[in-house]
């Protein structure tokens, strides 16, 4: 797979960001980014619920400071930057798996 110079640097910002998350906030993350945009009352009950996440509104609200995600009106997207490497990295353990082949 062919990325550019501005998506290999969006991937080592990732990179940089994700060695900070904590597992809730980093499983909250693999969740936007396999459904892209999730409404606002699926995405905290589905974390709560299925993830086991007790406050996933403060989650999400970590995540949006650190440019991971984006609020909508009514939804939870996934960032303009991390949409545009999920058209060529389908999957979140991909996406884990090129961050790591990057030194």
Not at 35 to 52: F, P, T, W
Not at 72 to 86: D, S, T
Request: charged share 40%; aromatic share 8%; with cysteine.
């Amino acid at each position: 797979m062919k990325l550019s110079e501005e998506e290999v640097r969006e991937l080592r910002r990732i990179k940089k960001i994700l060695r900070e998350l904590s597992r809730e906030e980093y499983l909250a993350l693999r969740y936007i980014y396999e459904n892209i945009s999730v409404g606002e009352i699926l995405a905290e009950r589905d974390l709560y619920y299925h993830h086991h996440i007790q406050k996933p509104d403060l989650v999400l609200r970590k995540l949006r400071e650190r440019g991971l995600i984006e609020r909508g009106e009514g939804c939870y997207n996934l960032a303009k930057p991390l949409r545009l490497l999920r058209k060529k990295i389908q999957s979140f353990y991909e996406l884990i798996k090129l961050i790591d082949k990057l030194y």
